[in-house]
């Protein structure tokens, strides 16, 4: 039995033509150089040291704002959406305050949702998979492992699936019947020099973006970190699947980025404070600049 070939990683995630034939021309001797900005759209505000950690240090007492980005990568005639957040509804039912919609965000720095034609799905937790209704002409790269552990038995238990909204998932589903979605399986690529990499962990299939930038290689580690701490002090965020893949997945990252400042964490407030802005409309940073303050030791 054939299932459509295009609908997995055997292909490396590239669709024909879907390639930019002039992408040659763009190549720098370090490879492509492809530019990435994190889009700020929402913030949660204050938080405990319990919250961000699943063992706080005992001395501390504040914790950090947890912040809420998509990042949107953009290089060789194309941009590639990384997560896609959630919508006013969503914050609603789980009283979080939404600053606007991730695909305003989009709109307002340029973007329209039709030109988006892949999105990477790092994992379907609500913050990571809402609007996925929002944009009619894209593909949605995912890991096999994700749908599963999203559709499968861990979503009986209420602390696993908490994270989840069944909306997302149902629409991803049908996404998945409509052959849009571009199921990886551990490493893939999804254009030439930018790669998605499963680290699990957080969420059993949550996977990890490479993105190959004038710098270096760029890391959005999405959820396998989501504050600088959680990786450099080997301390888990409380919401975990497997603690084993979560530590593994640090070790991914690292190697993957080649150097401390080329991981991006997913929600840690300092990204904005040491990359450069990059609009006067919305809140976005230019990740493939290099940031204001280094953690090389
Ligand atoms: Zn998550
Ligand atoms: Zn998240």
């Known amino acids: 039995m054939h299932a459509p070939r295009l609908t ?6 590239l669709l024909p033509g879907s390639a930019n034939p002039n992408i040659q021309e763009k190549v720098t001797p370090m490879g492509n150089a492809y530019e990435i900005y994190a889009l700020r759209y929402a913030t949660m ?11 706080p240090d005992p001395h ?5 704002d947890l912040d809420y980005f998509v990042w949107l990568i953009r290089g060789g005639g194309r941009d590639i959406l990384v997560d896609t957040g959630f919508n006013a509804e969503e914050a609603k039912a789980r009283a979080r305050k939404l600053t606007l919609n991730p695909v305003d965000a989009l709109a307002n720095f340029g973007v329209a949702a039709e030109t988006i034609r892949d999105v990477i799905v790092t994992h379907l937790h609500y913050d990571h998979a ?8 894209a ?5 096999d492992r994700e749908m599963s552990y999203a559709t499968g038995r861990c979503m009986c238990n209420g602390m ?13 589903v049908r996404h998945v019947y409509g052959e849009r979605v571009t199921f990886h399986s551990g490493d893939g690529e999804v254009a030439p020099g930018v790669s998605v990499h499963r680290v699990g ?5 949550l996977q990890v973006v490479r993105v190959e930038t004038a710098r270096g290689p760029v890391v959005l580690a999405s959820d396998a970190a989501h504050y600088y701490a959680n990786l450099q002090k080997r301390s888990p965020f409380p919401i975990v699947y497997n603690v084993g893949d979560m530590a593994q997945g640090w070790e991914i990252v690292e190697r993957l980025a080649g150097h401390p400042d080329r991981f991006i964490p997913g929600h840690d407030p300092i990204v904005s ?3 450069p802005r990059a609009s006067d409309k919305v809140d976005a940073f230019a990740l493939h600049l290099a940031p204001s303050r280094s953690f090389a030791k």
């Open 8 to 13: 997995f990683a055997d292909d490396n995630g």
């Open 45 to 55: 505000s204050p938080r405990t040291p319990h919250l961000n950690f699943l063992i």
């Open 60 to 64: 501390e007492t504040t914790a950090q």
């Open 130 to 137: 809402g609007n996925l209704d929002r944009f009619p002409n």
């Open 139 to 143: 593909r949605f790269h995912l890991q």
């Open 160 to 172: 696993l699936r908490h994270p989840f909204s069944v909306e997302h998932v149902t629409t991803m």
């Open 201 to 205: 962990g957080h969420s059993d299939g």
């Open 273 to 275: 404070e040491i990359y």
